[in-house]
Nanobody
Framework: QVQLVESGGGLVQAGGSLRLSCTAS????????MGWYRQAPGKQRDLVAT???????NYADSVKGRFTISRDNAKNTVYLEMNSLKPEDTAVYYC?????????WGQGTQVTVSS
């Protein structure tokens, strides 16, 4: 098992910034890709950004240029730096990791961007 705990969510004004963190624990050996997804009320869960163990990144078009994903393998932590936030970024943000062929999800952290 892998346990993921997100932190850093909150309320921020449009144009502001927020940094999310996700720390993995448990059976962490073998973890490869990690990523962030988000889900707004009544909508599907969408990919935000992913990062592999060697640092290769992928971003959704809607956040490219505004968000930055990074990871600290020594701390088993992945980060999402969110800048120039928009009200449409409001969602529950979930951390996801891949360990071999299995996927694990965190409980999510709420991000609310006010107008």
């Amino acid at each position: 098992q892998v346990q993921l705990v997100e932190s850093g969510g909150g309320l921020v004004q449009a144009g502001g910034s927020l940094r999310l963190s996700c720390t993995a624990s448990g059976s962490i050996f073998g973890i490869n890709a990690m990523g962030w997804y988000r889900q707004a009320p009544g909508k599907q869960r969408d990919l935000v950004a992913t990062i592999t163990s060697d640092g290769s990144t992928n971003y959704a078009d809607s956040v490219k240029g505004r968000f930055t994903i990074s990871r600290d393998n020594a701390k088993n932590t992945v980060y999402l730096e969110m800048n120039s936030l928009k009200p449409e970024d409001t969602a529950v943000y979930y951390c996801k990791t891949q360990r071999y062929s299995r996927y694990y999800w965190g409980q999510g952290t709420q991000v609310t961007v006010s107008s």
